[in-house]
């Protein structure tokens, strides 16, 4: 399969080059040339599969070409090591809990599915090894750490701001040691991301090491997000209410829903989706009027979507061959301020004994407010409470309990590299690494 590119200047490439590179050379966004329509055989018997099953199911359509099918079930089976649980929240509402993985955030799947997939594809470049490089402001930093350590042929790098990532943050990616390295950068987190930024555009560290980014426009990171609809799906139909299929997604970078999108393309009864936003609206108000226009991001308490300029926008767009009244027909926009989900936590908390964390909160509100007769509603709960507890315990105004897999995170030892902030410094330190390591690292 080839993927061209949002922008479409650049010819298309292969799979592998898609990976590797994340970001077309014209800036656009990588997508599959074709979109396999899954068999109505497949849709009869999905409440009998597991999640595994389903997965493989679907990685296949979009991958099989381009990876054999012992190799791909492998990746597809160390990514879902986890379970994807669904809760009733409500008579017709409910969460489907994405936040079981390793770091407890839906990253996780991600960022463990493309760690794997680049490994494989190093795998067979001649034990040449590539270097990952990702600036975090706390919750990236940790699901990519964790969903690429231990994998062969791969370093990470994570850059963050010295001082300014809460500790259990910090312990989730510093803690690890192995093929991840922490670096720890005297500035705030736009240094860090433009430090990235320069490394990428850097002619000679270019040349002599092998640099790729692991953020949400990388397409093995976002597409197999998919798997969390037909899953949900599977779900429902085994409780016999997968007839009027709504899901509202938590949005920030939009790779979740663009996710969402690809299942309904590849023939998944989807009935409609919502994209909910905190203040950051600029999603809901293309919705309302057609117009599409970025702006700074503003900073909520749902804050993993604090995003003015979604990335994936361009995806929705060529998706749907820019036809606006197609996309307003299969999705449905809200936006929520902090105050009303604060509300929402506690009010649902009350009323449930559901607790929801800030970004899902937006997603159930958007069913609450939206359903209609007859339809069954499915949010998707995108991270676990505990990882937003100062905010979760202001609002309920008592202590919350930290799951034992935040809680061993703190034991471990912290260990970091710091450097100054100036790209000099930097390029020196990944320069010195490569030599140090005596890898064989051009490519
Ligand atoms: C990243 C993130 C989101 C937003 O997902 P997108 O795919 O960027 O829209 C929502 N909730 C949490 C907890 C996140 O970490």
């Known amino acids: 399969m080839k993927y061209y590119s949002t922008n479409g200047i650049v010819s298309n490439v292969s799979l592998n080059e898609a990976v590797i590179k994340g970001l077309a050379a014209d800036k656009g966004l990588f997508m599959p ?37 012992d190799d791909l079930r492998k990746i597809v089976n160390e990514t ?54 990702v600036a975090t402001s706390g919750d990236t930093g940790s699901a990519v750490a964790n969903g690429f350590l231990n994998v062969d042929g791969v370093q990470v790098y994570v850059l963050y701001p010295k001082g300014k990532v809460s500790e259990i943050q910090e312990k989730q990616f510093t803690t690890l040691g192995n093929n991840i390295t922490a670096l720890e950068i005297d500035g705030c987190f736009d240094d860090c991301q433009t430090l990235v930024k320069s490394a ?16 949400s426009i990388n397409l093995a990171r976002f597409l197999p997000q998919s798997f969390y609809y037909f899953w949900g799906y599977a779900l429902l139909k085994r409780m016999g209410r997968e007839r009027e299929f709504v899901v509202s997604v938590p949005s920030g970078n939009f790779g979740n ?8 393309q590849m023939g998944l009864p989807i009935k409609h989706f919502i994209a909910a936003n905190n203040r950051n609206d600029i999603f809901y108000n293309y919705l309302q009027t ?12 749902a804050n993993a979507m604090d995003v003015g300029n979604p990335s994936n926008f361009a995806r929705i767009i060529s998706l749907y061959n820019n036809d606006y009244n197609a996309i307003c027909k299969d999705i449905s926009g809200a936006t929520f301020d902090d105050r009303q989900i604060a509300e929402g936590v506690k009010r649902v908390y009350s009323e449930t004994d559901y607790l929801l964390d800030p970004h899902g909160a937006c997603g159930y509100l958007a069913l609450e407010n939206s359903l209609g007769e007859g339809q069954t509603g499915v949010f998707l709960e995108t991270a676990h409470p505990a990882k937003f507890k100062e905010t979760i315990e202001d609002i309920l105004q008592q202590e919350i309990q930290i799951p034992k897999k935040l809680q061993e995170f703190m034991r471990g030892e912290k260990q970091s590299v710091a450097l100054g902030g100036s790209f000099k410094e930097f390029k020196e330190y990944l320069l010195k690494e490569v030599l140090h390591e005596g890898r064989e690292i051009y490519y």
């Open 257 to 264: 829903l663009t996710a969402g999108l690809f299942a309904k």
């Open 80 to 133: 879902l090591n986890f379970d994807i649980p669904i809760v009733q929240v409500k008579e017709n509402i409910y969460s489907l809990e994405l936040f079981h993985g390793p770091t407890l955030a839906f990253k996780d799947v991600g960022a463990r599915f493309m760690a794997r997939m680049l490994g494989y594809f190093v795998k067979g470049g001649n034990g040449k090894s590539v270097n990952v490089l």
């Open 200 to 215: 990428f555009m850097d002619e000679e560290l270019r040349c002599k090491m092998f640099l790729t980014s692991a953020n």
């Open 33 to 69: 040339e074709k979109i396999k329509q899954l068999p109505q055989e497949f849709f009869e018997q999905i409440d009998t599969m597991n999640l595994q099953e389903i997965a493989f199911r679907v990685a296949e359509a979009f991958f099989g070409e381009d990876i054999p099918a």
């Open 290 to 301: 057609g117009e599409y226009n970025p702006r700074p991001s503003i900073a909520t308490i």
